[in-house]
């Protein structure tokens, strides 16, 4: 899936699905069914619409994304136009849409559902990427992640080959919209000839629902963090031994976005079959830099140990650096890096190498090899969360509590409780009338992404101090 000239390589693939598969079944939903020969048909249309419009190369174009059925259409479709998908979730916080549109500065807005453009008059320079993600930063605002259309095309296709993925595979569409494995939910089939699946809008009203739904649409690959599996698995067990799992079609399930653990996976291939891969990556290296395929872990091994994240794939290498021990990847396929002020620049580094075409990239976990080769995440070097696969910063929080005018100290950082770790936020008010707990996470609710909305709000009058005499993260 090279690419040829001028033509994204991701559209180049769907197109040459759509002339080997014609009549093939490609996106499926609760809107109804598209064929191969349907997607090139409607692809063409939105192709002349955003061109009759004035979306031409470099462009940004900011993409609301929905899940629904025309997604992969409106992104192909901007990537053909030449212009760069900044993509957005389009349920997040109409705050948070504004802002990660502030960074961007797109030319267009085009609307998933229903399929609009308008114009935001943007600057006239023009950009060289396929898309920009955003993702949690520690300048308070999203950090905007910028890839270019050689590194996404080259890490999928390396995905389908690697997994075998062919026309018999169905895919949901159930990764988390504007992030980095929303692109493997949506064009991994698509590139392959498979059928991708969008479910319907309540799919994550319960966990039962989602069971229902991976049952019902025959996945036969499964993208999830590990809390998603979790959820799927509870589900099963609360419907009883008696009940097929409905995961009896899967036949690959891939983790990421968090660690995963020995228990998960065998209550997993309890209820079925499937061969299970902790996947390592994100929205940097992008997609998928690193994996290790569970089978080989000893019987004996308890529930509660973590699986290795190998040591790269795809032409990806992970490093330790001395003497810390941070995961570096070095890859070809890197994201070009952060939209200037957005992210720290330092992540992005020259290869240590010195290989011709390799960049690495500091991720910021820490890292330990074990004797099979396959590095373990141990820890994080800097405050960053994990939040049901979400990487979220507390300094991003903070900033935002104190925007509130009540608000004239906040610190944010896990929670200790029964459950496990929550999300926290503690606060000292200028006042004890200036704001309680219930209001103050409503207004963070109107400016941050779900996951970083803390699930616990405490006000104080005044910080605690750890051993070195500075705020501690945990309150």
């Not at 990556?281 to 992008?286: K, L, N």
């Not at 080769?373 to 070097?381: A, E, F, K, P």
Request: charged share 20%; proline share 7%.
């Amino acid at each position: 899936m090279s690419g040829s000239a001028g033509l994204h390589p991701v559209v180049e693939g769907v197109r040459r699905s759509g002339a080997h598969h014609p009549s093939a079944v490609a996106v499926t939903g609760a809107g109804g069914t598209w064929s191969y020969g349907d997607v090139v048909k409607v692809l063409d249309t939105a192709v002349r619409r955003l061109r009759d419009a004035g979306v031409s190369l470099g462009h940004v174009v900011s993409v609301r994304a929905a899940r629904v059925r025309q997604l992969p259409v409106a992104l192909l479709a901007v990537w053909q136009a030449g212009a760069t998908a900044a993509i957005v979730d389009a349920n997040l916080p109409v705050a948070r849409v504004d802002e990660c549109e502030q960074v961007v500065n797109p030319h267009w807005v085009l609307t998933v559902d229903p399929f609009a453009l308008t114009a935001a008059g943007g600057p006239t320079g023009r950009r060289v990427a396929s898309h920009i993600l955003f993702t949690s930063g520690t300048t308070g605002r999203p950090a905007a992640v910028e890839v270019g259309p050689g590194a996404l095309g080259r890490t999928l296709d390396w995905y389908t080959r690697a997994f075998t993925i062919g026309p018999g595979d169905r895919v949901g569409l159930l990764a988390g919209l504007g992030h980095d494995p929303m692109l493997r939910d949506t064009f991994v089939p698509l590139l392959s000839g498979g059928t991708l699946v969008v479910p319907p809008d309540d799919v994550f009203a319960g966990p039962d629902r989602l069971l229902a739904f991976i049952g019902s649409a025959r996945l036969s690959v499964l993208h999830g963090t590990p809390g998603l599996l979790e959820l799927v698995l509870a589900a099963h067990a609360a419907a009883g031994p008696d009940v097929e799992s409905g995961l009896e079609s899967l036949r690959l399930v891939v983790s990421a976005g968090a660690p995963l653990t020995l228990g998960t996976v065998r209550r997993l291939r309890g209820m079925c079959g499937a061969t299970v891969v902790n996947a390592y990556g994100s929205t940097e290296t992008p997609q998928i830099a690193s994996c290790d395929v569970v089978s080989r872990y000893d019987a004996g091994l308890p529930d509660d140990t973590p699986i290795g994240i190998g040591a790269g794939v795809g032409g990806a290498e992970l490093l330790l650096s001395e003497p810390a021990g941070e995961i570096v990847v070095r890859s070809p396929n890197l994201a070009t890096g952060y939209i200037a002020g957005t992210g720290a620049g330092d992540k992005f580094l020259p290869d240590p190498l010195g290989a011709p075409g390799f960049r690495a990239y500091r991720t910021g976990d820490l890292g330990r090899r074990g004797d099979d080769g396959s590095i373990r995440v141990v820890g994080r070097l800097d405050r960053q969360l994990s939040v049901n696969g979400h990487r979220v910063a507390p300094e991003e929080i903070e900033r935002t509590a104190l925007r509130h005018p009540g608000v004239v100290q906040a610190v944010a950082g896990p929670v200790s409780s029964d459950g496990g770790d929550l999300l926290g936020l503690t606060v000292v008010l200028a006042s004890p009338a200036a704001t309680d707990a219930r209001a103050l996470r409503g207004f963070l609710r109107e400016r941050l992404p779900r996951p970083a909305v803390p699930t616990q709000v405490r006000i104080v009058p005044e910080l605690a101090l750890n051993h070195n005499h500075k705020v501690s993260d945990r309150q």
